[in-house]
């Protein structure tokens, strides 16, 4: 990670990333506008938000900086180079694409986009402008102790990855589709990221009214390893435990919980010949690895949010990304494997929980209709 406050580039150094900030609520401001605020390679050049309050209460944190309630003004007064989009997630195509066309590399929140149009939307502009970075968030790839778990997973005994497990409860949600292609697309992505393509889902769904269920997910990954995910939009959201991951690999797991309480079983010292016709061996166990935040020094950076969910790491990445002009972090295609996961899952529950194959040609068709 780099440092932070002082810039001590050479003077050789280019000139910061002149970015636009679009979308200015809630969560830009107290997450990715704070994280943004401490990259020096960044410099914030206007703002935009519908409403005027949030937008002007932005450009103050930004040196009151020139700002905007209609993205046509801005971009039509502001020299850019990115523009770092966090908006509700069915304008983030949109936006991203009027960006993209004024020339702009983009860092847009998840999701992406909501729909197969807006892909199609966004690949057909990402095939005209090759040059441009368009990234997507899905910022837990960066939280620590996933990124401990990628290392256990590449390096370590932990064998052949063949069961993983994520649970997303993440609070009420607004419409049928929200708590798939919103909220839980976080984990489709991550499920991907830490085991690679899942091939089929199969999914039921207990919904006790539009918009709140506890969904079951079996799944399999094109490695054949399998797993289960449940999801759910009735509540506890700030429950601990709201958030959960399990990977099982030969004779050793890992669980991490709400991204914060990492542990790792490791596989047995030695096993044993048990001398009994039930029992195949006697495990010597060894010590387990147990990790969990130090909140007794907590800096900008370590705040728990920033840093823990990996948001900080993501942006630093997408500035490395645009620096290097290579992208490293996930853009596109992984926006569309995690959308037809979700739409996967969407289907299985309007046929009865048949299982949808993800690696056929087909998209899948969902029955469910989007939020108007
Ligand atoms: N990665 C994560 O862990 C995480 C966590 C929370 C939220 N999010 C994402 O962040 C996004 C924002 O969430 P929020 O809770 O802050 O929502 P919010 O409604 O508070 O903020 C959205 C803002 O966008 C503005 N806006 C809407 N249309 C616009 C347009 N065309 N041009 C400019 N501004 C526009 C709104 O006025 C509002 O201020 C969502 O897409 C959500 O999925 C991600």
Same mark, same amino acid.
């Given at each position: 990670?780099?440092?932070?406050?002082?810039?001590?580039?050479?003077?050789?150094?280019?000139?910061?990333?002149?970015?636009?900030? =679009?979308?200015?609520?809630?969560?830009?401001?107290?997450?990715?506008?704070?994280?943004?605020?401490?990259?020096?390679?960044?410099?914030?050049?206007?703002?935009?938000?519908?409403?005027?309050?949030?937008?002007?209460?932005?450009?103050?944190?930004?040196?009151?900086?020139?700002?905007?309630?209609?993205?046509?003004?801005?971009?039509?007064?502001?020299?850019?180079?990115?523009? =770092?989009?966090?908006?509700?997630?069915?304008?983030?195509?949109?936006?991203?694409?009027?960006?993209?066309?004024?020339?702009?590399?983009?860092?847009?929140?998840?999701?992406?986009?909501?729909?197969?149009?807006?892909?199609?939307?966004?690949?057909?502009?990402?095939?005209?402008?090759?040059?441009?970075?368009?990234?997507?968030?899905?910022?837990?790839?960066?939280?620590?102790?996933?990124?401990?778990?990628?290392?256990?997973?590449?390096?370590?005994?932990?064998?052949?990855?063949?069961?993983?497990?994520?649970?997303?409860?993440?609070?009420?949600?607004?419409?049928?589709?929200?708590?798939?292609? =919103?909220?839980?697309?976080?984990?489709?992505?991550?499920?991907?990221?830490?085991?690679?393509?899942?091939?089929? =889902?199969?999914?039921?769904?207990?919904?006790?009214?539009?918009?709140?269920?506890?969904?079951?997910?079996?799944?399999?990954?094109?490695?054949?390893?399998?797993?289960?995910?449940?999801?759910?939009?009735?509540?506890?959201?700030?429950?601990?435990?709201?958030?959960?991951?399990?990977?099982?690999?030969?004779?050793?797991?890992? *669980?991490?919980?709400?991204?914060?309480?990492? *542990?790792?079983?490791?596989?047995?010292?030695?096993?044993?010949?048990?001398?009994?016709?039930?029992?195949?061996?006697?495990?010597?166990?060894?010590?387990?690895?147990?990790?969990?935040?130090?909140?007794?020094?907590?800096?900008?950076?370590?705040?728990?949010?920033?840093?823990?969910?990996?948001?900080?790491?993501?942006?630093?990445?997408?500035?490395?990304?645009?620096?290097?002009?290579?992208?490293?972090?996930?853009?596109?295609?992984?926006?569309?494997?995690?959308?037809?996961?979700?739409?996967?899952?969407?289907?299985?529950?309007?046929?009865?929980?048949?299982?949808?194959?993800?690696?056929?040609?087909?998209?899948?068709?969902?029955?469910?209709?989007?939020?108007?």
């Amino acid at each position: 990670m780099s440092s932070h406050g002082t810039d001590l580039r050479p003077a050789s150094a280019p000139s910061p990333i002149r970015t636009v900030l =679009v979308g200015c609520g809630e969560h830009a401001r107290v997450v990715n506008h704070a994280a943004l605020s401490l990259i020096p390679d960044i410099e914030v050049v206007a703002v935009c938000d519908l409403d005027p309050t949030r937008a002007r209460d932005a450009a103050r944190q930004f040196g009151n900086c020139p700002h905007f309630t209609d993205l046509g003004a801005l971009l039509s007064k502001t020299n850019a180079e990115a523009a =770092v989009i966090i908006g509700p997630p069915h304008v983030h195509a949109d936006i991203a694409a009027t960006c993209l066309e004024a020339g702009l590399h983009v860092f847009v929140e998840k999701p992406l986009f909501t729909n197969l149009d807006d892909l199609a939307r966004l690949s057909e502009l990402a095939a005209a402008q090759p040059g441009l970075n368009i990234s997507v968030s899905f910022n837990k790839r960066y939280a620590p102790y996933i990124c401990r778990i990628k290392e256990i997973l590449a390096n370590e005994s932990f064998g052949k990855p063949s069961y993983l497990y994520a649970k997303f409860a993440g609070g009420y949600r607004n419409g049928p589709t929200d708590l798939l292609r =919103v909220g839980a697309i976080h984990y489709f992505d991550l499920a991907r990221h830490l085991f690679g393509d899942i091939a089929r =889902v199969s999914a039921l769904p207990y919904q006790k009214q539009a918009g709140q269920a506890h969904i079951a997910v079996n799944l399999q990954f094109a490695s054949g390893a399998v797993g289960n995910f449940f999801l759910s939009s009735l509540g506890l959201w700030s429950a601990k435990g709201a958030e959960y991951l399990e990977l099982r690999g030969d004779r050793n797991f890992i *669980t991490l919980d709400n991204l914060r309480e990492f *542990t790792w079983q490791k596989p047995p010292i030695a096993i044993r010949d048990s001398g009994s016709t039930h029992q195949a061996g006697i495990e010597v166990p060894a010590p387990a690895e147990y990790l969990e935040p130090n909140y007794s020094n907590i800096s900008m950076l370590e705040y728990q949010s920033n840093h823990q969910n990996g948001y900080f790491a993501r942006i630093e990445a997408f500035v490395a990304d645009l620096r290097s002009g290579r992208q490293t972090g996930p853009g596109l295609g992984d926006a569309e494997r995690a959308l037809k996961t979700a739409l996967a899952i969407e289907t299985s529950m309007a046929s009865d929980g048949a299982y949808v194959d993800l690696q056929t040609a087909a998209t899948p068709q969902p029955a469910l209709r989007e939020p108007a």
